[in-house]
């Protein structure tokens, strides 16, 4: 009797034991799998243009003297700003003077001469022949005045444009000769921003473009637009020059600075996309992702055909409408019809 008591109860407890379990693994089946969505969304296959570039000032002008001499004056340093016929420098004008000096009397003399023989002339007591020399005389006395008239003025050196002194290659007490540059002004109140784009990009630029300055210097950000675009390429960078005119009312920009590019084409193809870790592949090599069903709490398997990779996104081709909700993250455990909690 007890034997059979005990092997009813051993029953009763198995039934009851698989009962449970099998109720456990039931809920088990059921519990919602926690995932991360997103959206699909419309991106730009063009991404912007970044570049690096060096500032240079609008017009620059190396000048020195059209004479020769000792430099016995400079009106301003480096960085300092100058203006359209401000006298820049100076030389000893003590030699050119005297030269001067002595084309004066040499014309004054000749006149002389020539009023006294056109009298003669008048009354025919000349010849056509002697009055001409004297007359070739007078005008050669007047042009040698006048050469050294203008190697006198030639002393003084003025600035033929309104800006600032970038360089100065002499000083006070230095001989020069002819022509030799002796200071660097340049105009800033615009500047260019010289940088060079690889051939593979020069396609989606133009002149008139607007471009983004930014300049870590100053910490500013300047609006700027492509003035020149190069017609020949780097022989060793394949790159080719673009200028961007950028305005510099408060003359802060000064050439030589550091300027970072960045240039948004204006003709861009728009695509469907998703980020790329969205997508699976099944055992066919078939791309699919899953679509998050807030309503429902599941995700259901979708095939979609992709096309080209946009830096972390993945253009969609086929499969997908703009702003559907689709699984991101935790989508390795999704079968068809998984329930879900939704974590964005």
């Excluded at 991106?43 to 500032?55: A, F, H, P, Q, Y």
């Excluded at 001499?69 to 359209?84: C, L, M, N, P, V």
């Excluded at 008139?208 to 500013?220: F, N, R």
């Excluded at 870790?277 to 599941?298: C, R």
Aim: charged letters at 25%; glycine letters at 8%; hydrophobic letters at 40%.
């Amino acid at each position: 009797m007890k034997r059979k008591t005990f092997l009813f109860i051993s029953l009763i407890f198995i039934t009851l034991t698989g009962c449970r379990n099998r109720q456990n693994s039931s809920d088990k089946s059921i519990m919602p799998i926690p995932v991360v969505t997103g959206m699909t969304e419309i991106i730009k296959t063009d991404s912007e243009i970044s570049l690096s570039g060096n500032i240079e000032g609008y017009k620059t002008v190396r000048l020195g003297f059209m004479v020769a001499g000792r430099i016995d004056f400079i009106a301003i340093d480096e960085g300092q700003t100058i203006s359209k016929g401000q006298l820049l420098s100076s030389l000893d004008p003590a030699s050119y003077a005297i030269a001067k000096e002595l084309a004066d009397i040499q014309v004054n003399q000749t006149e002389d001469e020539y009023n006294r023989l056109r009298l003669m002339h008048d009354n025919n007591s000349l010849s056509e022949s002697d009055f001409a020399k004297i007359t070739y005389g007078l005008q050669q006395a007047k042009a040698q005045q006048k050469l050294h008239a203008k190697n006198l003025s030639d002393t003084k050196l003025y600035s033929p444009i309104d800006g600032v002194l970038l360089k100065k290659l002499g000083e006070t007490g230095e001989i020069t000769g002819v022509g030799i540059p002796l200071f660097v002004v340049s105009d800033i109140r615009k500047i260019k921003v010289v940088a060079f784009i690889p051939e593979t990009e020069l396609y989606k630029i133009k002149i008139g473009q607007k471009a983004d300055i930014y300049l870590s210097s100053l910490g500013e950000t300047h609006e700027g637009k492509i003035i020149e675009v190069g017609s020949a390429a780097d022989a060793a960078s394949r790159a080719f020059a673009v200028k961007i005119e950028v305005s510099n009312p408060k003359l802060l920009i000064r050439p030589g600075m550091i300027a970072e590019v960045r240039i948004i084409p204006e003709n861009v193809n728009k695509v469907l996309a998703i980020p790329a870790g969205a997508i699976l592949h099944d055992y066919n090599n078939q791309s699919f992702v899953f679509i998050a069903d807030t309503l429902k709490n599941q995700a259901f398997r979708k095939n979609v055909i992709t096309g080209k990779v946009i830096n972390e996104m993945v253009e969609i081709t086929s499969g997908l409408s703009e702003n559907e909700i689709i699984v991101t993250g935790g989508h390795q455990k999704l079968v068809d019809g998984s329930m879900i909690t939704t974590n964005k």
